[in-house]
């Protein structure tokens, strides 16, 4: 590669153009298969002649050795490039190595490698869609190059966010020598794990004798849960969302959580605020889960205010938390119909997630008494008192002046009829 790139550099530009095309068809299939770096290659019948990795491209038995990180779901006979994750499955990948120095180099010490490891990269999470990268690199500080790596992909196919887990100890070589069957170290994800025939020591010989592969599994996590939140106004009877009340009276809440998620879920906190007009009874709340045997239990106070923690729960697992609480009486509500709404909150390390219930109470509106969103003035609700009758001292005056001008214009009439009749 070092010389194509030099000879792009001082070839004329048309002749550069070319070089760079060349280059491109030699450079896709790297990328193409995700592994590297760009190195000679060797065949099976023409091995190299010095230490170096992965590099024969017709291995009888794994083909190009440049592809040696596959992956395949649990039960399938055939690694591939590519697998699509499911939650709740579980997959296996393989890593194959080899020095593919000359058998007869072994003798001298030229064919043998040192300081070998291999060290795996996966991600934690993979979004919905998303194309996760699972890695492998193979080190020897005698190779050339000294450090070589292939990727296979990991699609989530799911609708949410999925977690890929190490099954812990799976990881296993398998070797025709004395390490066949040994279980990797966890420093297979970190810093990287030593490879050997005879033992785990970092040395590996040249030859096909002496390849092997390890393999280990992933399972595909995704922490999901649900929660419900009800109400009962007849003991307990009948649960609902919703439900009418009266002022004054007791009624129960009722808070479910289901881990629906495919891991265990730990330290599930629930937490539930009650509306102004609603008050805990102290004493009231009771739990019911595996632990108890699915029957109810006095637990302790404070799921109305801190919340508390109800444990841990494995797949499908779920718990139900009820308690009593008091409606407010009538001089604490606002007439008409009052819709008092609390929400539960249940709290995981995934994140938390609410619902919520509500009462309706109705208050009688006394005359003249404002509906709430009702403006003063409105034909609906009026705080203008009535007009009563008048009877006070002006208005008697007035009612006299009145009376006098009536009677004034009467004889007045009077007069002038009589005035007339003379005439």
């Not at 420093?187 to 002496?210: H, I, K």
């Not at 009702?374 to 005056?397: F, N, Q």
């Not at 009376?403 to 005035?419: C, E, F, N, T």
Request: with cysteine; proline share 5%; charged share 15%.
């Amino acid at each position: 590669m070092k010389k194509l790139i030099s000879l792009m550099r001082k070839a004329p530009k048309r002749t550069s153009a070319i070089v760079a095309m060349i280059a491109a068809a030699i450079i896709v299939p790297a990328t193409l298969f995700a592994w590297g770096p760009d190195r000679p290659t060797y065949t099976y019948e023409s091995p190299a002649d010095h230490v170096t990795f992965n590099s024969i491209t017709n291995n009888p038995n794994v083909g190009d050795e440049r592809n040696f990180i596959r992956i395949k779901e649990a039960g399938n006979t055939t690694y591939g490039d590519n697998v699509t994750l499911e939650a709740g499955k579980t997959y296996q990948v393989m890593a194959y190595f080899h020095n593919n120095a000359a058998s007869n180099l072994n003798a001298s010490g030229v064919g043998v490698a040192k300081d070998v490891t291999l060290r795996m990269q996966l991600p934690s999470t993979v979004n919905p869609g998303e194309k996760a990268t699972v890695s492998g690199f193979i080190n020897s500080s005698n190779a050339s190059p000294t450090s070589v790596w292939d990727s296979a992909y990991a699609t989530n196919g799911s609708a949410g966010t999925v977690a890929l887990r190490y099954v812990a100890g799976s990881a296993k070589i398998t070797s025709n020598g004395a390490v066949n069957g040994q279980t990797m170290p966890d420093s297979l994800f970190t810093t990287g794990a030593n490879l050997g025939y005879d033992s785990l020591n970092g040395t590996l010989y040249g030859c096909n004798q002496y390849a092997g592969y390890v393999v280990f599994e992933i399972t595909v996590d995704q922490p999901n849960f649900t929660v419900q939140k009800q109400v009962s106004v007849d003991g307990g009877k009948t649960w609902s969302a919703s439900a009418p009340t009266q002022p004054g009276s007791t009624i129960l809440y009722r808070i479910i959580y289901t881990n629906t998620g495919t891991t265990q879920q730990d330290h599930v906190t629930l937490k539930d605020t009650l509306p102004t007009g609603v008050s805990y009874v102290a004493g009231s709340t009771l739990l019911a889960n595996s632990k108890t045997d699915g029957k109810y239990q006095a637990t302790v106070d404070g799921v109305t205010t801190s919340g508390f923690d109800i444990g841990s729960y494995a797949p499908q697992g779920n718990a139900y938390l009820k308690f009593s609480a008091k409606v407010a009486d009538d001089n604490s509500l606002t007439c008409g119909t009052n819709k008092l709404t609390n929400v539960a909150r249940a709290t995981t390390s995934g994140g938390y997630k609410e619902s919520s219930a509500d009462v309706t109470v109705p208050k009688e509106c006394q005359p003249n008494e404002c509906l709430p969103g009702i403006p003063v003035g409105d034909a609906r609700c009026s705080t203008t008192p009535p007009e009563l009758p008048k009877t006070g001292t002006s208005e008697g005056i007035a009612a006299f002046l009145g009376l006098g001008s009536l009677i004034a214009s009467i004889a007045y009439y009077v007069a002038s009829r009589r005035a007339t009749i003379n005439l």
